[in-house]
């Protein structure tokens, strides 16, 4: 079969197809098959790809599959380091305006978190340097919102997670939950986490490393923000001192979201200021916790 008989056979099938999906019923299950069929029958016409290409792509879905089970979610990974997680969370309205931007939760977050008292230290063994963090809560029209439940976690000095790292940390180590004062501040101690490298042992990474992508995301904590009339906000700062700030493995980073880590006597010191979007106006955020992030 010559190439020009191919791509017109190429051309009846994909109209055949789209014919067949009209017909279908309406609704974005539909939509949705018929604009990805469209763009993978235009890269069989751009690339005319051979059997074996077909089948090694066939072979890379399978291994996905085969890679993914309770305690790992490699079709996630897909997803997040090809930017799909990002892109739907955020979709096109982006963020209002004055509004702290979103990030990811990711896989480590835990909604059972303790409550404790403002200025308390996150650091269960001791283990890191000192980091001091200072920040507030504001609404779109800068007033403090008394009374915010500000939900905190990240990674240790080597980039582990306490539920990813149960032998080595203690229960609940480096996260916490805060409830703000009068004029929406909130305060306290930690250690300065450390970056990492999402995994490269499946065929995710693997596909990634091959193709030249970034596996590395900058050290960052994690915030969850929640206030009656606003919006909850899950977001993140990133250390701006971090090597791998500009290639973030999951693009997540945003101009407002780089902080300021700065030496503080023996320690760090961070100030952050975390602005919720009013229920009344803005865009909600969408819900995702099941990345692999982290």
Not at 29 to 56: C, G, K, M, N
Not at 72 to 93: C, I, K
Not at 126 to 136: A, F, I, K, N, Q
Not at 170 to 195: M, V, Y
Request: charged share 25%; with cysteine.
């Amino acid at each position: 079969m010559d190439g020009h008989h191919a791509s017109s056979e190429g051309h009846r099938i994909a109209a055949a197809l789209r014919q067949r999906l009209d017909a279908a019923a309406p609704g974005r299950l539909a939509d949705a098959v018929r604009l990805i069929t469209a763009h993978a029958f235009q890269i069989i016409a751009t690339l005319r790809p051979s059997p074996e290409e077909l089948d090694a792509v066939v072979q890379f879905l399978t291994e996905v599959g085969y890679a993914t089970d309770a305690r790992r979610q490699e079709w996630v990974l897909l997803a997040d380091v090809f930017g799909l997680s990002d892109g739907v969370m955020n979709g096109d309205e982006g963020t209002p305006e004055g509004v702290t931007p979103s990030a990811l939760a990711g896989p480590f977050y835990r909604a059972d978190a303790p409550l404790l008292p403002l200025g308390a230290d996150l650091c269960r063994n001791g283990e890191g340097d000192p980091l001091s963090v200072r920040g507030r809560v504001l609404s779109q029209a800068g007033e403090g919102l008394a009374g915010a439940v500000v939900e905190v976690w990240h990674a240790n000095a080597l980039g582990r997670y306490e539920n990813q790292d149960p032998d080595n940390q203690p229960e609940h180590n480096l996260r916490g939950r805060f409830i703000t004062d009068a004029d929406g501040q909130f305060r306290f101690r930690t250690i300065r986490p450390a970056g990492y490298a999402l995994p490269d042992d499946g065929p995710v990474g693997q596909l990634a490393r091959r193709i030249g992508l970034s596996l590395d995301r900058p050290a960052h904590i994690h915030f969850a923000v929640t206030a009656p009339g606003h919006h909850r906000l899950v977001t993140a700062i990133f250390d701006g001192s971090d090597a791998a700030i500009d290639r973030d493995a999951l693009f997540a980073v945003k101009p407002g979201l780089i902080g300021d880590f700065r030496p503080d006597g023996p320690g760090w010191a961070l100030d952050v200021v975390l602005v919720l979007a009013g229920a009344d106006g803005g865009s909600p955020q969408k819900p995702k916790t099941h990345d692999m992030e982290g």
